[in-house]
């Protein structure tokens, strides 16, 4: 079987470092690619005024399957102010490169699982019966609507006339904002539509089913935002009923699942949600595991592009350390998902292993799970560099 070629996007800030990491780990466990880089992020904003260039999409296009480290993403007048001063003033406008690469390939699957390893010391504790203190391992993952909700970018502050003429039909906007001065006005939609719903609700059901979740969650709100997340209830009753009677489904408003999730978080397998608040749910029960240091994700489009990335950002603080202290886990894990994807399961299991060996052993921490403070001294203070972290998993290979 021929190699697979990766597009590696490091990205900013320690975006590049950990991705190096990853790359270690999958070359030292024996997984065989080529590896083809690929332009993305602040740098490419500043000189080109463009974050994602055409000749990223079309690796992109070519290959298929690309492993993301992290990007940078500032404000709208932050980006406008560091436009490199010749292409200011001329129509370029920032996005969000990631954002854009999931719209552009269609990457409306977000995959984000959120499982404990023993042994680390960030995992979630709570107060048991007698006074006990009780661990409880979670197992969750999250699927992410990832194209469409709030993050679709179907925006406007002073919206043009037809906007809000569109928007003044509406009895309840009229009655509370029709006083409002239009260029007062600052309006985001929330979108939902019936097929990408569909498809994200297939999805977590045919994983839950595939690897023996007993539960499917939908995490929304459905009894104040009845438009669209009642449609996601609506449309998972009718596809568990017609399709997965013998899986459990529940619903939980958002709000409340934040409460949920520190009592009862075993409870739960697969949650799906839309976009912001698979966003949210996801980053919650991070924290339960110990945080983004662990949490990895895989984003799929319907006609085979796949993107793997940790979920945490690019701390460009951290990338400027003359020591790099950062967990590399979440891309470690990442490129596990890769893994999956391709059928290297052997592999993947083999890192996923040495990771946990390492955890338990609780020899070498990053400074994260040595609770402390992210600074360039927690090195002197006994807390492994991100290479270090790495080569005690590589180790645990042998």
């Given at each position: ?64 399957i ?32 990631i ?39 979670v ?13 679709s ?32 006005l ?43 997340s ?58 339960l ?20 990335e ?28 890769m ?12 890192i ?37 972290m ?9």
């Amino acid at each position: 079987m021929s190699k697979p070629t990766i597009v590696t996007l490091p990205g900013d800030g320690i975006g590049a470092v950990v991705l190096n990491e990853s790359i270690r780990v999958l070359v030292a466990a024996g997984f065989k690619a080529d590896y083809i880089h690929g332009d993305i992020g602040w740098e490419f904003w500043c000189k080109e005024g463009n974050p994602l260039p055409q000749r990223t999409i079309k690796l992109i296009e070519k290959y298929k399957i690309a492993l993301f480290g992290a990007i940078t993403s500032k404000p709208i007048d932050e980006a406008k102010a560091e436009l490199s001063p010749d292409l200011q003033g001329i129509g370029f406008t920032y996005s969000s490169p990631i954002v854009s690469l999931r719209q552009l390939f269609n990457l409306d699957i977000c995959v984000r699982p959120c499982k404990s390893y023993k042994g680390n010391p960030l995992n979630f504790v709570r107060r048991g019966k007698g006074n006990t203190i009780d661990e409880p391992m979670v197992d969750v993952v999250i699927f992410r609507q990832n194209t469409e909700c709030l993050y679709s970018g179907v925006e406007w502050t002073n919206p043009p006339s037809k906007v809000y003429e569109a928007f003044m039909t509406h009895p309840k906007f009229a009655a509370n904002f029709g006083s409002v001065p239009v260029e007062e006005l600052s309006i985001s939609t929330r979108i939902f539509t019936r097929k990408a719903t569909i498809r994200i609700l297939i999805a977590a059901f045919e994983h839950a089913k595939k690897f023996g979740y007993k539960s499917v969650t939908v995490c929304e709100k459905p009894n104040v935002i009845r438009e669209t997340s009642g449609l996601m209830w609506k449309l998972a009753k009718e596809i568990q009923r017609n399709s997965f009677p013998d899986i459990k489904l529940l619903n939980t408003n958002i709000d409340a699942q934040m409460m949920w999730l520190t009592k009862n978080p075993e409870d739960y397998g697969v949650i799906v949600a839309g976009n912001m608040f698979g966003d949210i749910a996801s980053d919650a029960f991070a924290g339960l595991i110990g945080g983004l240091g662990f949490a990895c994700s895989a984003q799929f489009s319907s006609d085979g592009i796949a993107v793997f990335e940790p979920t945490h950002g690019s701390a460009p603080k951290y990338a400027g350390y003359a020591v790099s202290i950062v967990n590399p886990i979440a891309m470690i894990e990442s490129a596990c998902m890769m893994l999956d994807y391709l059928d290297e399961k052997k592999i993947s299991s083999k890192i996923r292993k040495a990771i946990a060996d390492v955890i338990i052993e609780g020899k070498v921490r990053t400074y994260d799970m040595m609770k402390m403070t992210g600074r360039p001294e927690v090195i002197m203070n006994g807390a492994a560099s991100t290479t270090q972290m790495t080569d005690a998993i590589i180790a645990g290979l042998k």
